[in-house]
């Protein structure tokens, strides 16, 4: 062992000749130690970081503060015997007692040299383990009485296996690290000793201080030889899994150098056969699309200057991939491709018709929009050689429509209706939840992956520049620190502007005129004033019953039938069966739940067909009930019951899905004046209540109130389903009627329901939503409705049907109301 250190020592420690002076003062050490070691009762300490020395190796040391060549001086002098402990903190310069291990090895200084920088190199021998009892002194070095710490050996076929497995593993570890040098390796494994070869190869592996000095500590061959394993097998296995890596890294570079060589062969043999590369085949493709796709002078001029920059760079240049992407994206877009319309009046009215039930006043202005569009082709010659020239204003081409109502009354169909009717493509892009304005404008080229808009990647998709678009959900709109999607729609939907519309990402300008926007929204409010502005809208009310049963007849029962399997003559509903699911099992403004209902029917036949029990099943309203369960809703019989004590009265109003009817309720109990409301209530609405109450209280002794009557009572109104929030002041005249039916102990006729503003004064002011809320109240099997008399004109809206099934009374003021309104009061005329 000592020979070969002494081989790494030259290698390691090889200087330039130095001084006669220099080179007498290094010594040597005696190359054999003595077996029976006299270890003095104290020791010169030498403390070392971030190392541990073990007995039965030699190891070089570089020795350079000050008492540490005072302590290396004077050993060197005396026995050459010092004691050498590890700090337990390598960034400590001067360890002190408090600072090192207890447990050490004696050493003997076996060479040493004195370096020009001052510095003395010491080759040293571990002798035996050692264990500090009592430090002595601590100038001019530390000094320490010790006692030596003896090693129990054994011989054991386990310890035979033990050793076996650690030469195994130094083995491995030595063919991971090349920098071990050979004559270690042999020297190491040729050692018969396992105490030996465990100092050996801990003194060469890369171990954790702690571990190393652990290592120091055990006192028996077999737990060293234990813990050597585990050490070993983990920084076997860091080694292996680190070669794989930059094995990995290597063979990436060696790919990518081949991917290059192999171009530059390819490049040189098409030269030679004289062919075009591939880089100069992609250029002229380009070019070819370019010329082709008919794009305006501005993206023409756009695309050759990004394709003269493309034709200049590498292929491996980053900046080649982006102007690639940009370069496929303004070659797709359909720059001049358009689809014919067809222009006949008959076949689109004949279209719409097919494809949905009712929808009158929207199926009229598709059709407006058709006859000013065939009329203008047909007199094009005719207005071109008469029309003065606008030069302020452009001729519109495209329309932009808002279809406004609740959800399941066919909003979102029928844009792809229309898109049929006018053989337009069309396509749909839904607006819920967008935050981020690039999501309609597109990304600037200078982020990394940036992509253009919605509106772009739409118009890609479709492939013509005059498709039906439909914007869905466009009151469900949001805003945040990215911008506002809403105002950059203002462009978009702006026939004024929209034939230059400029995506962030293309920058250069895009004819949006000829495209039919359709945008949908279940609310008309949140959608900002300035966009509301910039669309045409169109309210698309709830369905009637008879309404309703005619779409199930016509488009839902065919639709279940076919989706389910079945044939039709093995299923049959009803008209009154339809009509029981209607009133009994739904509750909404369009046909959604209805569809589902009849879906739920139509699987039960399924199971009886598949089970081989039915051929053919009719279902009528007693089957109805048979395959569907008890009634959810029951209309005729809720009226009756909630309005039967004073006190309650039926309101209608408008939500998101529909016209609803309200029931208000009042109470009174011992108190002192005191009004309280519940129900969460808006703002609005409560100041109604506050209103109609002071209203009531103003008309005691006309309603035949006692007026004292209210220092002595509390009053609490409120307004069911208190989980839903409501505001408004269309159920001003309802919380009226409701605190003077409860006052005047006079109950509200069951059959009547009523919406309008309260003031003050009595008056009755007019509210919107009036065809909603009629049909709601015919929903729910009312037969009168209050209606305020500014209202009357917004009758003409609702279905015929209805109008003849309900009577109306117009109110101007308040008596009006309760005239109508109250058991016991005559109507006024």
Known sequence: MIDNLERVWNTRFSE??????????????????????????????????????????????????????????????????VGLVTAFDPEMEMPGPDDVYRIGTLASIHRLFRAPDGTIRLLVQGLARIQVDEFTAHEPYLRAKVHAIPEASAESLEIEALVRSVV??????????????????????????????????????RIELSEAQ???????????LRHMIGLLSKEVEVLELGRKIQTEAQSEIEKTQREYYLREQLKAIQRELGEGDEQVVEIDDFRKKISEAGMSAEAEKEAKRELDRLSRLPTAAAEYGVIRTYLDWITALPWSKRSEDSLDIV????????????????KERILEFLAVRKLRADRAAEFAATRLQDYVRRERMGAILCFIGPPGVGKTSLGASIARAMNRKFIRMSLGGIRDEAEIRGFRRTYIGALPGRIIQTIRRVETRNPVIMLDEIDKLGRDFRGDPAAALLEVLDPEQNAEFRDHYMDVAFDLSEVLFITT??????????????????????????????????????????????????????????????????REAGV??????????????????????????????????????????????????????????????????GGEVLFIEAAFMPGSKGFQYTGQLGEVMQESARTALSYIRSKAIELGIDPKFFETRDIHLHVPAGAVPKDGPSAGITMAVALASLLTGQPV????????????????????????????????????????????????????EVRKALHFVFAEKVDDVLNAALVGRQEAK
């Open 16 to 81: 330039p000749p130095v001084s006669k002076k220099a080179e007498s003062s290094a010594k040597e050490a005696p190359d054999e130690q003595d077996n029976d070691i006299d270890i003095p009762a104290e020791l010169p300490i030498l403390p070392l970081r971030g190392l541990v020395v073990y007995p039965q190796t030699a190891i070089p040391l570089t020795v350079g503060q000050a008492r540490s060549i005072k302590l290396v001086d004077d050993v060197v002098a005396g026995n050459r015997l």
């Open 168 to 205: 195994d593993l130094f083995t491995k570890m030595a063919d991971l690290v090349p920098g071990i040098p050979s004559e270690l390796i042999s020297s190491t494994l040729n050692v018969d000793d396992p105490m030996q070869l465990v100092y050996s190869i801990a003194t060469y592996a």
């Open 214 to 224: 652990r290592l120091l500590e055990i006192d028996d061959v077999e737990t060293k």
């Open 347 to 362: 076949r689109a009215r004949a279209v719409l018709d097919e494809d949905h039930y009712g929808l009158k006043d929207i």
């Open 521 to 586: 929204a279940n609310e008309l409010e949140p959608i900002p004033g300035p966009l509301r502005d910039r669309m045409e809208i169109i309210y698309l009310s709830g369905y009637t019953e008879q309404e309703k049963v005619a779409i199930a007849e016509q488009y839902l029962v065919p639709r279940q039938i076919r989706e389910n399997g079945l044939r039709a003559g093995e299923i049959e509903l009803t008209h009154e069966a339809l009509l029981t699911i209607v009133r009994d099992y739904t």
């Open 592 to 657: 959604r739940m209805l569809e589902r209902e009849i879906a739920r029917a139509a699987r039960k036949v399924v199971t009886l067909v598949a089970e081989g029990k039915s051929e053919k099943t009719v279902i009528d309203p007693d089957k109805v009930r048979e395959l569907l369960g008890n009634p959810r809703y029951g209309y005729r019989t809720e009226l009756q019951e909630r309005t039967d004590l004073p006190g309650v009265a039926t309101g209608l109003s408008v939500t998101p899905i």
């Open 749 to 800: 006729k069951s059959n009547v329901a009523m919406t309008g503003e309260i003031t003050l004064r009595g008056q009755v002011l007019p509210v919107g939503g009036i065809k909603d809320k009629v049909l709601a109240a015919h929903r729910l099997g009312v037969d009168t409705v209050i209606l305020p008399k500014k209202n009357e004109h917004d009758i003409d809206d609702v279905p015929e």
